[in-house]
Structures are given as structure tokens and as C-alpha cells.
């Protein structure tokens, strides 16, 4: 079976990253119109690929933020239907480890879904601690192109080297990798300033997408270092991060004002500016609006360099991912 339409990525995505966080601490069924209505307005501005994972919303919820999403896509009518892109990615669980529990994890997506998974990406690197699980996962990724279940196929957490030798691998079987997926903002520059992927990837033809573009909400401006903090891990975090982005913050601050724009917009928009893809996550009406307002203009070059300089300073970064490799 071939291709039957080449696989085409939109700006800017509407990750559902946070659907999946949210699903899995404290998902009730009344939040399904208003997450109906989220995913509503993207379309209807044309924000038209969501990013989701197999591992979003398991256990009791049985693969929930796949089967909403699916929902959502099938009874969506309106402008930029056909345009609607939907990725997932798969995990590398311990238990899977041929090609073919991949190709397996790709159809009970589609299942779910109710439809084909456009993009189907490897959730994460198993380098750092079973690199010997890799190689059958990587050929179940390329086999589900080959035979005509998925439009694209991309990866996430890999690093440069990874990246590189993947991309040889699945040169030598003619099938592309259309994007990578990496923890990237103004306080998560590390795969491009010092891996140097944004480069590797302009080089490859490869699509970088930037999840966690908000830095977990410490980049909207919405928390201060008196408090109050989200609950949890999240909470310890912000307490150990804040004090030391201060200037960043500022800055940030002093822009999204001179634009009339909120911080988290700049954000995005500075994301944008990078030639990545970001992924924001949005739980409400409310959240969609504001990222969607980060489309349509564009940071001046001096702005950008006031924020990389701002970036490059600050005294804190974000943990990276456990999962990145190098």
C-alpha cells in the first residue's frame, strides 16, 4: 500500500500534552464539551495538528485522550476540516520490543482514534538505558509507513547523534522522518543551543516541534515566587525556578507590553520565530485564545535578541527531559 497524500504540518499545534496530564489527574466526563469547544476554536483558526501520546489518559481511562480526540475530529464540521492533522506518539514500554507490537500500538491508536494516525512518532529514546529495545521499535515506526498506515513518521527526545544514525537507518529504507519533538522555550534552549538540532534538522529536511513552549506555565507570567503554586511536583519546581528567571520574566514582560500582547503569546511567538513548531496545551476556551494570539505577527529581530540574550543569562533552566539523549 503507498502514500496516498503526502503529510503537511501547519505552524503551530494545539498539543494536547495537557488533555493528557489532565486525564490522567482528575479527568471527569463534564469537562468533554468544554474541551469539544477548545478544539473547535483551533480548527476554526486554522491550528490544525494536534499532538497526543498512547500513554495520555491509560490505566482506568482506557487510552482517553486518543478516543476524545477522535470524537472531537469525526464530529467537527466547519472550515479547515480537511486539514485537521492528528499525531501520536508511542511509548516505549518495557513490554514492547519487536516491530510488530509497534505496528500493534499504531492500530489500537487508530482504533481509538477512529480513524488513521497521520503521524505516528516513538514517544522516546530507549538510549539511555535499553538502547537493545531500539531497533525493533524504530523498524515497526518504519514499516507502518511502508505499508501505507501513516502519512509521517517522527521521533522525540532524540538528540543530534540519535538523530543522525535514525535518519541513516530509515534513508536506507526511503521512508523520511518528518519531524522531531523536543522540549523547547526561552528556558529550554538546550537542544539547539548546544546540541545543535535546530541545524541538523534544517539539514535533514525535518520539522522541529516545540512541546513545552510555556515552560509549564512559568513563562505566561501567571505565577510569582510568593505564590500560590500548582500542587505537586509542579509546585516544587516553580519554587526552585522562579527566583532565578527573574530578568527573563522581565523582559518577557517588557515586550508582550510594547506589543500589547501577554507574555505567553511572545512565548509562542518567539518559538515560532525559531522555525519550531510549539505545541501549547489548551484546557479551556480561554487558554486557545490566548495561543492563538500568538499567530499573525511577527518579533523583530532586535526583540528576539533582547529574549535570547535574556535567555541565555538567566540563572535557572528547565530539567530536561530524562528521556533526551544526545
Not at 261 to 273: E, G
Request: hydrophobic share 35%; net charge positive; proline share 3%.
Amino acid at each position: 500500500m503507498s502514500i496516498s497524500q503526502e503529510l503537511s504540518l501547519p505552524r503551530m499545534g494545539c498539543g494536547t500534552w495537557a488533555w493528557g496530564n489532565q486525564l490522567l489527574w482528575g479527568y471527569d466526563e463534564s469537562m468533554d464539551a468544554q474541551l469539544q469547544a477548545v478544539f473547535n476554536l483551533c480548527v476554526s483558526n486554522g491550528v490544525t495538528l494536534f499532538d497526543t501520546g498512547d500513554s495520555y489518559g491509560t490505566g482506568r481511562l482506557n487510552g482517553r485522550s486518543e478516543l476524545l480526540l477522535g470524537k472531537f475530529s469525526r464530529e467537527y464540521q466547519g472550515v479547515n476540516q480537511e486539514n485537521i492533522c492528528i499525531a501520536t506518539k508511542l511509548a516505549a514500554y518495557p513490554w514492547r520490543w519487536t516491530r510488530q507490537s509497534m505496528i500493534n500500538a499504531c492500530n489500537s491508536s487508530a482504533q481509538r482514534l477512529g480513524r488513521n494516525v497521520d503521524l505516528v512518532q516513538m514517544h522516546w529514546s530507549t538510549a539511555n538505558y535499553a538502547p537493545w529495545q531500539e531497533e525493533g521499535l524504530l523498524a515497526g515506526l518504519a514499516d507502518l509507513y511502508e505499508q501505507g498506515l501513516v502519512k509521517g513518521v517522527g521521533l522525540s527526545n532524540y538528540g543530534t547523534r540519535r538523530l543522525q544514525r535514525v535518519y541513516q537507518k530509515f534513508s536506507e529504507r526511503g521512508v523520511p522522518i518528518k519531524t522531531l519533538q523536543v522540549q523547547y522555550s526561552l528556558l529550554s534552549t538546550y537542544p539547539v543551543t548546544q546540541l545543535g538540532l535546530k541545524d541538523v534538522c534544517d539539514e535533514l529536511g525535518i520539522q522541529l516541534i516545540a512541546y513545552s513552549p510555556l515552560a509549564l506555565g512559568i513563562l505566561t507570567g501567571k505565577y510569582s515566587e510568593k505564590g500560590p503554586f500548582p500542587r505537586g511536583v509542579r509546585g516544587l519546581l516553580f519554587r526552585q525556578l522562579l527566583p532565578g528567571v527573574r530578568s527573563l520574566l522581565q523582559c518577557l514582560r517588557n515586550v508582550a507590553e510594547s506589543r500589547n500582547k501577554t507574555m505567553s503569546q511572545v512565548a509562542l511567538n518567539w518559538c515560532i520565530a525559531k522555525g519550531t513548531v510549539p505545541i501549547p496545551g489548551a484546557k479551556s476556551v480561554k487558554q486557545a485564545q490566548e495561543n492563538i494570539g500568538a499567530l499573525g505577527w511577527e518579533l523583530d529581530s532586535g526583540e528576539i535578541a533582547e529574549l535570547d540574550k535574556a535567555a541565555a543569562s538567566s540563572d535557572k533552566k528547565m530539567v530536561q527531559n530524562i528521556f533526551q539523549t544526545k
